[in-house]
């Protein structure tokens, strides 16, 4: 079955220290992947996309990503953690081909930044 | 991207009544979706709002308790009917596709949700 899986439940890091967030997917072929970051009571936000090329993208917020064909994976990461990037973040993924997709969402990472 | 807003943003509702949640978007897009999100969940897609035709339901997912509407590129609503404790969720709204200007097809843009109780 198609799935997402987003390993860690909650991270916790120091302000200031780098950061990844793990991602994996199950999918027959490459799906376009995304990372959306959720506030305390705010909506969505899209940080990042990768549909095809290159596959370290960069996003807002001086977040990236890389795709990694051969682990499935999209893990995000943030040289170095601001206090206001405490949040939900979720990876997201679309089967790849198709146009208008229906976005499956992992479980979602929740994180922690200590001052 | 579309500016999306949804209304009302938060409510706390009666048990057995219903309560309709609306999503307008300042373009004209081709695609809307809504999602649910469970306390503590992930997102889950309920329906793809179809614009003149009826909303094409995820499975778990149905008309009667979930009826939506799409009158033009711009607007839809989502009403959750017969309300129980187990309907208290964040409700999103999400469009994909511009159809004018820059083009966003395959991206899916949120808007800020609405938070549902029901005692």
């Known amino acids: 079955a198609q799935s997402v899986t987003q390993p860690d439940i909650h991270i916790t890091v120091s302000e200031g220290a780098s950061l990844e967030l793990r991602c994996n997917y199950s999918?027959?072929?490459?799906?376009?992947l995304f990372w959306y970051v959720q506030s305390p009571g705010q909506g969505l936000q899209l940080l990042l996309k990768?549909?095809?090329?290159?596959?370290l993208v960069q996003g807002i917020k001086g977040f990236e990503a890389e795709f990694k064909r051969s682990q499935s994976s999209f893990n995000l990461r943030k040289p170095s953690v601001h206090w206001s990037d405490a949040a939900e973040y979720f990876c997201?993924?679309?089967?790849?081909?198709?146009?208008?997709?229906?976005?499956?969402f992992g479980q979602g990472t929740i994180l922690t930044v200590h001052p | 991207s579309a500016v999306i807003s949804q209304k009302p943003s938060r409510d706390i509702c009666q048990r057995g009544t219903s309560l309709t949640i609306q999503c307008q978007v300042d373009?004209?897009?081709?695609?809307m979706f809504w999602y649910r999100q469970q306390p503590g969940q992930s997102l889950t897609l309920i329906a793809t709002?179809?614009?003149?035709?009826?909303?094409?339901?995820e499975s778990g997912f149905v008309i009667d308790k979930f009826p939506i509407s799409r009158p033009n590129l711009t607007f839809s609503t989502l009403t959750v009917s017969n309300m129980s404790p187990e309907d208290s969720s964040i409700y999103l709204c999400?469009?994909?596709?511009?159809?004018?200007?820059?083009?966003?097809?395959?991206?899916?843009?949120f808007g800020p949700g609405t938070r549902l109780t029901v005692l």
């Open positions: 999400s469009v994909e596709g511009l159809t004018s200007g820059s083009p966003s097809t395959d991206t899916q843009y």
């Open positions: 709002a179809n614009q003149g035709s009826e909303a094409t339901y």
């Open positions: 373009s004209q897009v081709t695609m």
């Open positions: 997201a993924v679309v089967p790849g081909g198709t146009s208008y997709g229906k976005l499956t």
């Open positions: 990768y549909f095809s090329g290159d596959t």
């Open positions: 999918y027959g072929a490459t799906p376009y």
